[in-house]
C-alpha cells in the first residue's frame, strides 16, 4: 500500500492514515524523496494525526526523511503527533532532535510560509 | 494448654495487671505517658490483660474478632506497634514470674511452660501486626489517591498560552501523570507556548530536571514550545553543580518574565490603552 | 495463567499483527492511552528484534495478577544466536543494525519490569511486564 503524496503550491502534503508496517514506511520514504526531486518543492508536512504508536523504526525513518529532504533542499514539518506517541518517543529515547513540528496541520504549513519567509 | 498455666492465667487477673503497668510504666518513653491520661492508661490495659486472658478459652473465632477491634481500637488510641509488641512479651514475662513465685514451676516442667506460652503468644502477635500493617497500607493507599487528585493542572491564560504550575515534590509516578495532562492540554488547547513554573518545586535534583527535560522535549514532538519558569537561585545553584544540562531548554526566573517571552515568541505584547 | 495469546515472528508482517495483538489486549484490560502506545511499541521493537536478529521466534502475551495488581506480560522468545554482552546492548544507541539502538532500553523504560535471558547460540528470551495503574 502506498501513501499518497499531494502538491500544494510549493509544498508537498502527506498525512498518514493507518498504521505503517516497515516496508511501507521505506516505500515512503523512497516516494517523497523522488516526489521533492520531480516537483523541487520546498517544503514538506508530514501529518501524523491518526498514527497512535511510532517505534524506534519508524522514528528512524522519519529522522532519515528529514535529513534526506533537507539535502535536498526542502524543509521538513512534522505535525499532528498524539501525546501518547510523543511520551513513548521520549521513554524510548528518540527525540527526532532538529525535526520541525507543529500541532496540525494548518499550523505546519504556517511554520513552513515562516520558515521559507514568503 | 498447659492446665496449670492455664488456671495461673485465669486465676491471677489482678496481680498480672498490676505487674504488668508497672513493668511497662519503667520502659514506656516520656512521649506515650505524656499522651495518654493515667486514668485511661488504667482503662486500656485491663481491657489488653482481659484481652489476652480471654484467649485461652480456645475459641478462635471469637478471638479473631476480639482481636480485630481491639486492634483497632489500639490503633486509634495511637499506640505504637512496638509499645504493643513489648507489651505482650512483657506479658509472658509476668506469668513466668508469677508462676516462679508462687512455685509451681519446676525443674521438669519449665520448658514445657516456656513452650507452651510461646505457642499460645505468637498467633496475637501476627494478628496484631497484620491488622496494623492493613491499616498503614490503606492509610497510604488514601494519601496516595489524594495526591494523584493534586496533580498539576494546565491553565490557558491568552490565547495559544498556558502556564502549568507545578507545587511539591514530584517522583516518577507523578512525573508520568504531570506529562499525561501536559501533552494532552497542549494539544486540546492548541497551545503554541507552555510555561512550567517551579517556583513550587523544593527540590530539583537529577532526577526532576531529567523529568522536566523529557516534558520538554515531548511538549516539542506535538508542536509546542516550552519554557520553564521559577529557578530559584539554590535550584540554579543545584542544577549547576549537579551537572544537568538545561541548555536546551528556554529557562526564566520569573512567571512574569516568561509570560513576556510567550508573548514575544507569538509575536504579541501587551500595551496600555490611551485614556 | 489463565490466558495467553502467541504470535509466531517469521517475516515482517507478523511484528505488525504482534503489535496489533498487543493493543487489543491491552485496549481489553483497561491501559490507558498512553500505556496502550508504551505497550504496543515495546512489543514492536521486541518482535522486530527477533525478525532481525533470530529470523523466527514468537512474541506471547499473558494477562498477570500478582498481589492484587493486574497487567499484562510480553514473553518474547527466539532460538537465534543470541546475545554475547547483554550489558552491551542494554546501552542507548549501541546497534549493529544501523537502528536507533534505542530497541531494549527503549523497552525497559517503557514498561514496568524488565528480563532478559541469553545464551550465545541458544537463544534469547525477554520478559517484560506492564501493571495497570
Known amino acids: 500500500m502506498r501513501i499518497p503524496i499531494l502538491k500544494l503550491y510549493d509544498y508537498l502534503l502527506v498525512s498518514i492514515q493507518w498504521e505503517l508496517d516497515d516496508a511501507t514506511a521505506l516505500g515512503f520514504q523512497e516516494d517523497l524523496l523522488q516526489k521533492i526531486h520531480e516537483t523541487s518543492a520546498s517544503g514538506v508536512v508530514i501529518d501524523l494525526t491518526s498514527i497512535d504508536f511510532i517505534d524506534s523504526f519508524i522514528a528512524k525513518v522519519l529522522g532519515d526523511v528529514f535529513s534526506m529532504s533537507k539535502l535536498m533542499g526542502a524543509k521538513v514539518v512534522i505535525t499532528g503527533i498524539q501525546p501518547a506517541v510523543a511520551i513513548t518517543l521520549i521513554e524510548l529515547g528518540v527525540s527526532l532532535e532538529g525535526v520541525m513540528t507543529a500541532l496540525d496541520l494548518e499550523k505546519g504549513l504556517e511554520k513552513l510560509q515562516q520558515e521559507l519567509g514568503d | ?275 | 495463567m489463565e490466558f495467553q495469546s502467541c504470535v509466531k515472528i517469521i517475516n515482517e508482517w507478523d511484528i505488525v499483527a504482534a503489535r496489533q495483538l498487543g493493543r487489543n489486549v491491552a485496549k481489553e484490560l483497561g491501559f490507558g492511552t498512553v500505556d496502550q502506545a508504551r505497550i504496543t511499541t515495546a512489543i514492536s521493537e521486541l518482535a522486530r528484534n527477533i525478525y532481525l536478529y533470530a529470523g523466527r521466534g514468537s512474541v506471547c502475551i499473558e494477562k498477570e495478577y500478582v498481589n492484587g495488581k493486574s497487567g499484562m506480560k510480553i514473553i518474547a522468545s527466539d532460538e537465534g544466536p543470541g546475545i554475547q554482552d547483554i550489558r552491551k546492548v542494554m546501552e542507548d544507541g549501541y546497534t549493529t543494525s544501523g537502528g536507533l539502538g534505542a530497541g531494549l532500553p527503549g523497552v525497559r523504560r517503557l514498561m514496568d519490569e524488565f528480563d532478559i535471558d541469553s545464551f550465545p547460540s541458544k537463544g534469547t528470551k525477554v520478559t517484560a511486564i506492564k501493571w495497570i495503574r
Request: aromatic share 6%; glycine share 4%; charged share 25%.
Open chain 2, 1 to 275: 494448654m498447659n492446665q496449670i498455666v492455664f488456671t495461673f492465667i485465669t486465676h491471677s487477673r489482678d496481680y498480672m495487671l498490676e505487674e504488668w503497668m508497672n513493668l511497662m510504666k519503667e520502659n514506656a518513653d516520656e512521649r506515650l505517658i505524656n499522651v495518654v491520661s493515667n486514668e485511661m492508661f488504667v482503662q486500656t490495659s485491663a481491657e489488653f490483660i482481659d484481652m489476652i486472658i480471654s484467649n485461652t478459652r480456645r475459641n478462635n473465632e471469637e478471638f479473631a474478632s476480639k482481636l480485630s477491634d481491639f486492634a483497632e481500637k489500639v490503633v486509634r488510641l495511637g499506640w505504637p506497634l512496638s509499645f504493643i509488641i513489648e507489651g505482650l512479651h512483657k506479658f509472658t514475662l509476668v506469668v513466668i514470674n508469677g508462676m516462679v513465685m508462687k512455685e509451681q514451676v519446676t525443674k521438669d516442667n519449665q520448658m514445657e511452660i516456656i513452650y507452651d506460652l510461646d505457642k499460645w503468644t505468637s498467633p496475637m502477635k501476627q494478628e496484631i501486626i497484620s491488622i496494623y500493617t492493613q491499616t498503614w497500607e490503606r492509610t497510604v493507599s488514601l494519601q496516595k489517591m489524594a495526591l494523584q487528585e493534586l496533580s498539576a493542572p494546565l491553565i490557558p491564560v491568552i490565547e495559544g498560552i498556558t502556564i502549568m504550575p507545578l507545587i511539591g515534590t514530584i517522583d516518577t509516578e507523578r512525573a508520568k501523570q504531570i506529562m499525561e495532562n501536559l501533552l494532552t492540554g497542549v494539544v486540546k488547547q492548541r497551545s503554541e507556548v507552555v510555561l512550567i513554573d517551579i517556583t513550587g518545586v523544593p527540590v530539583v535534583d537529577t532526577m526532576v530536571a531529567h523529568h522536566i527535560i523529557q516534558a520538554a522535549e515531548a511538549v516539542r514532538l506535538v508542536g509546542a514550545k516550552c519554557m520553564i519558569c521559577g529557578i530559584r537561585p539554590e535550584i540554579a545553584q543545584t542544577i549547576v553543580s549537579l551537572g544537568i544540562n538545561l541548555n536546551e531548554i528556554v529557562t526564566k526566573n520569573s512567571l512574569k518574565k516568561g509570560i513576556d517571552a510567550a508573548l514575544d515568541w507569538t509575536n504579541r505584547k501587551i500595551t496600555k490603552v490611551e485614556e
